[in-house]
């Protein structure tokens, strides 16, 4: 069981912006974890897309950027490009659970 | 540019054991500030995290698998291995191998992972 919360899915046009919000609790991201973010393309492993909650590395596109505020995360995706469906998880670490947990995962859906 | 690549078989019977190696190339494997990750994703599901290992040896479990769990290295070979005990049918899953960037602050995120492996528990 997951205890980083996402919306099951999110869908958008073309060219739109969409956010993913990721939801945790004071034993993770309310705690001062960093949050991370992965897309994971059908059929192929989870690749990182954003680390330390706003940081992009090297060769990921700036139309992906994340944020971070109190228990909560988000990342938000502009200028929606048929190649961004995906599913994206975030990651994070719970002391109480003594481990790295993940979100719940999102489907992105561009119409 | 660092790469993993996980082997193992692809068929376990219950209660049996899994185990799985990953190869790390293309960098050093002994370099200090990561740490070598497993982590499973059940068929159509999230990921799970299920422990690491500094390439001193030290390692680090899930709470909930550590009682069934393994990870150990081979530097010579930059490998590691995962070895998972008493398998069931619900640890049926791909399992990836990882690296994990160490933060003084605990926030360590995985990066780059294997392509992954289909492991299925069945008799």
């Known amino acids: 069981q997951s205890v980083l919360t996402q919306p099951p899915s999110v869908s958008g046009a073309p060219g739109q912006r969409v956010t993913i919000s990721c939801t945790g609790s004071?034993?993770?991201?309310?705690?001062?974890?960093?949050v991370h973010w992965y897309q994971q393309l059908p059929g192929t492993a989870p690749k990182l897309l954003i680390y330390g909650n706003s940081n992009r590395p090297s060769g990921v596109p700036d139309r992906f950027s994340g944020s971070k505020s109190g228990t909560s995360a988000s990342l938000a995706i502009s200028g929606l490009q048929a190649e961004d469906e995906a599913d994206y998880y975030c990651?994070?670490?719970?002391?109480?659970?003594?481990?790295?947990?993940f979100g719940t995962g999102t489907k992105v859906t561009v119409l | 540019q660092v790469q993993l690549q996980e082997s193992g078989p692809g068929l376990v019977k219950p209660s049996q054991t899994l185990s799985l190696t990953c190869t790390v190339s293309g960098g050093s494997f002994s370099s200090g500030g990561y740490y070598w990750s497993w982590i499973r994703q059940h068929p159509g599901k999230g990921l799970e995290w299920i422990g690491y290992i500094y390439y001193s040896g030290n390692t680090y479990y899930n709470p909930s698998l550590k009682s069934r769990v393994t990870i150990s290295v081979d530097t010579s070979k930059n490998q590691f291995s995962l070895k998972l005990s008493s398998v069931t049918a619900a640890d049926t899953a791909v399992y990836y191998c990882?690296?994990?960037?160490?933060?003084?602050?605990?926030?360590?995120?995985?990066?780059?992972w294997g392509q992954g492996t289909l492991v299925t528990v069945s008799s």
């Open positions: 990882a690296r994990g960037t160490a933060t003084v602050t605990g926030s360590d995120w995985f990066d780059p």
């Open positions: 990651q994070s670490y719970d002391s109480s659970l003594s481990g790295y947990v």
């Open positions: 004071s034993s993770n991201i309310g705690a001062g974890y960093d």
